[in-house]
């Protein structure tokens, strides 16, 4: 900036004393030294701080006008320092009007001159600026000119002090020499920085445009740069983008914050959410940091814009699986419960009714563990499919579990509204589903609660309509029922029994008792049968079919089937004789557990013979998970233990179950004992039976047997074991003294078989 003062100063200087060369008032003339040497300086010093106000100032007309000022000012007063620096033989005198005239021709052109010099990136603009200047210069000198007026006098005294035409010419030649000098200097030295300014800006525009945020610098509202990923967000080359306003890329409600952050001051500014307009119009979510540089030498302020659409797109989804079941799409509880919460709020309002229809399918975990998860994920879609289909768009379905559903509808008017759309709902469900190539039937139990009348709160609604469920439950499934005051009692003494049941074991509160298993052929005992029964404080014995099922439904059964077994070794491992123990193992039981390995350790703990333990289990283990209920019987079997098919005939396909494992014994169930001497077929499917265990090596037990008359039959028909309340009822003792034993075997004696008969 000095170097362009010097230029510009000194250029001024000797286009004035050049003119001054020219002035021929046919006298002699001289000029005084110091007042020329002062003419150079005030040009000099006078341009370089117009110079410096120009730059340092915003870019504004007052700080033009100011700056164009001192210009004018400092060439008026570098041209009339040079002609008072004028000595002649002379009176010179000047006419104030044009000296006013050209002070103000002078301050007028600089002004105008600095105003266009804001931007000088065009040829067209750098001449029109140096026109302005050049008539500033020319204007003033020529008007100033025109104010002198010369009257001849005394000769020149002091010429030592003087200069004189020759040596002025001198002077303004060295002067000009200085000047192009300086001027190639300072062309040298703007186009070294104006090089390192463009390989900084190289730099920075390849630096900016491997960012992935956009980038963008603006000075007075106008782009003056942006990067690459400014023109993929905005949908415009960067020719359409530098020179906008940036106002004109966000959206127009975004105009008054822009507006804020501008006048703020840089501490306050925190990165904020905008909207940036592209070419096409879209409003995209952005995020806004800016901070103020320098840049071109001069104060800009530099804009990051990150592109926030993949957040935004993200939250939604993250909102969306925060409330929706991921496999069916369905709203999930949070969500179903916000829906009944409106809903109520919405009843209080105009006193809409509601009904909330708790769904639970039947059969489906059979379907699940037989056909596999990926099955049982095809049918709950198509079972979220078929309900949707029964329903309006205001009710809402919703997943709550693994194969429960919550229904809200709403507004109701009647009960009987609700119960037809429950009845259509477990119709649907009724028929068939199609999971290639297969073809499965599955059914659903409703439990119904209404508002008013059943619950005014989301917690009391649904669990009226859980209560009305679990009733349906208890009857048989398959149905539906409308929640009634008195399923609380039976629930409040459901829930209450499942609590005691927990800490069951803890307070050794479960008993074992056994029954024997005789010979059919001598009497003599073989084995004992381990029931569980619960000698509850306050409620007695409590049956194994009341809270044996209530075991498995809450993930006890587990527990209490190791105890079974625990107990079963360590107390046959104390008997007399080698009796074998037989335990049941519920399906449950083997999908909870690992029986192999409970077993073992009973066994090892109390060094019973694996040969003396009995595992008895039913065909459900095997329609639940077939292949899973191999391997268990394999290891099983690996380890010595017995194993015996309990209830055989009562399944569904028990002669492929034969098939596919290889049992110890078979245990016929009582079922076909009572009808024993009523009808044939009794008799004919239990000798099918034996006929059939005999045939494939097996062992075959009747249970149930309480007639003297039902045991000669059995006897005839040529049964392996025997065992009921004929022979001995269970007891939590083994009743296994001589005297009893003597007594079963006397009820085999061939006499005793002829008065039986």
């Known amino acids: 900036m000095f170097v362009s003062a010097t230029v510009f100063g000194c250029g001024v200087w000797s286009l004035h004393f050049v003119a001054m060369l ?286 926030l659409s993949a957040l935004r797109r993200d939250e939604a989804r993250i909102r969306h699986l925060a409330l929706h079941d991921a496999l069916t799409d369905l709203p999930n509880r949070y969500l179903m419960e916000q829906r009944i919460a409106h809903a109520l709020d919405a009843s209080a309002m105009n006193g809409d009714g509601i009904a909330v229809i708790y769904l639970d399918l039947d059969r489906f975990k059979p379907i699940n563990d037989l056909y596999g998860h990926a099955a049982g994920d095809t049918l709950l879609v198509q079972v979220a499919k078929r309900l949707l289909s029964e329903l309006r768009p205001t009710d809402t379905l919703a997943r709550i579990g693994g194969d429960e559903f919550v229904v809200l509808l709403t507004p109701v008017a009647k009960p009987a509204y609700v119960a037809e759309i429950a009845t259509r709902l477990v119709e649907s469900l009724a028929r068939p589903f199609r999971l290639e190539p297969n073809v499965v039937k599955i059914g659903v139990s409703a439990g119904i609660a209404l508002h008013p009348d059943d619950g005014s709160t989301v917690e009391s609604l649904l669990r009226a309509a859980d209560t009305a469920l679990y009733r349906v439950k208890d009857e048989g499934r398959g149905g539906l029922r409308f929640f009634e005051p008195s399923m609380n009692a039976h629930l409040h003494a459901r829930r209450q029994l499942e609590q005691e049941l927990s800490g069951a074991i803890a307070r050794d509160e479960l008993r074992l008792y056994y029954q024997p298993l005789v010979n059919a052929n001598t009497g003599e005992i073989e084995s004992f049968e381990a029931l569980i029964r619960w000698q509850h404080p306050m409620r007695g014995l409590v049956s194994p079919a009341e809270f044996i099922p209530l075991a498995e439904q809450t993930n006890l059964i587990a527990s209490i089937g190791q105890w079974v077994i625990e107990t079963a070794c360590a107390e046959a491992a104390s008997w007399p004789k080698p009796w074998r123990v037989s335990v049941n193992v519920s399906p449950s039981q083997f999908r909870q557990s690992d029986v192999p390995a409970i077993a073992a350790a009973a066994l090892a703990r109390n060094a019973l013979a694996p040969n003396r333990l009995v595992v008895e289990i039913t065909e459900s283990v095997f329609i639940q998970d077939a292949t899973n209920a191999v391997d268990v019987l394999s290891r099983l079997r690996e380890q010595g233990i017995r194993l015996a098919l309990d209830d055989f005939g009562c399944g569904y396909s028990s002669l492929s179950y034969l098939q596919r494992f290889k049992f110890d014994k078979l245990k016929i169930d009582q079922s076909f004992v009572r009808r024993l001497g009523q009808n044939t077929d009794a008799l004919t499917i239990i000798g099918a039976i034996v006929n059939l265990g005999h045939n494939l090596g097996l062992q075959v037990t009747v249970e149930g047997v309480e007639t003297a008359a039902q045991l000669a039959i059995l006897r005839e028909l040529g049964c392996d074991q025997v065992q009921g309340y004929l022979f001995a009822k269970p007891a939590p003792i083994i009743l296994a003294s001589d005297l009893e034993q003597a007594r079963l075997r006397a009820m085999f004696h061939d006499p005793v078989k002829r008065a039986y008969a």
């Not at 701080?49 to 915003?58: N, Q």
């Not at 105003?115 to 600026?129: D, G, H």
């Not at 302005?132 to 002198?148: E, S």
């Not at 890329?249 to 501490?267: Q, V």
Request: proline share 4%; aromatic share 6%.
């Open 22 to 307: 020219a002035f021929h008032p046919a006298l002699n003339i001289a000029y005084d030294l110091h007042a020329t040497y002062a003419s150079i300086v005030v040009s000099v010093i006078g341009t370089l701080l117009a110079f410096v106000l120009r730059h340092r100032l915003p870019s504004t007309s007052s700080a033009a006008i100011l700056a164009g000022t001192i210009l004018g000012l400092s060439i008026a007063g570098m041209h009339y320092l040079g002609v008072g620096a004028m000595q002649a033989s002379s009176l010179v005198s000047f006419d104030p009007t044009y000296v006013a005239l050209s002070i103000l021709l002078s301050i007028g052109f600089s002004t105008i001159a600095l105003m266009r010099a804001r931007t000088l990136a065009s040829m067209v603009r750098r001449f029109e600026v140096t026109t302005w200047l050049a008539l500033a210069i020319c204007g003033l000198h020529f008007t100033g000119m025109t104010a002198v007026t010369v009257t001849p006098m005394q000769p020149l005294e002091g010429a030592a002090l003087l200069l004189g035409s020759t040596h002025l010419g001198l002077a303004v030649g060295s002067v000009s020499l200085l000047v192009i000098c300086a001027g190639l200097v300072a062309l040298m030295l703007q186009h070294h920085l104006s090089q390192r300014s463009l390989n900084e800006m190289n730099r920075m525009r390849l630096l900016s445009d491997l960012a992935y945020e956009v980038l963008l610098i603006h000075r007075d509202g106008r782009v003056l740069e942006v990067n690459s990923a400014g023109t993929r967000l905005f949908g415009m080359p960067v020719e359409q983008i530098i020179g906008r306003p940036v106002l004109e890329l966000f959206a127009k409600s975004d105009a008054p914050a822009l507006t804020r952050r501008a006048a703020s001051r840089p501490e306050d500014l925190h990165p904020e959410e905008f909207e940036a307009r592209t070419a096409a119009g879209v409003l995209v979510p952005v995020e806004l940091s800016c901070r103020t540089i320098e840049f071109g030498g001069k104060p800009a302020t530099a804009v990051a814009l990150r592109d």
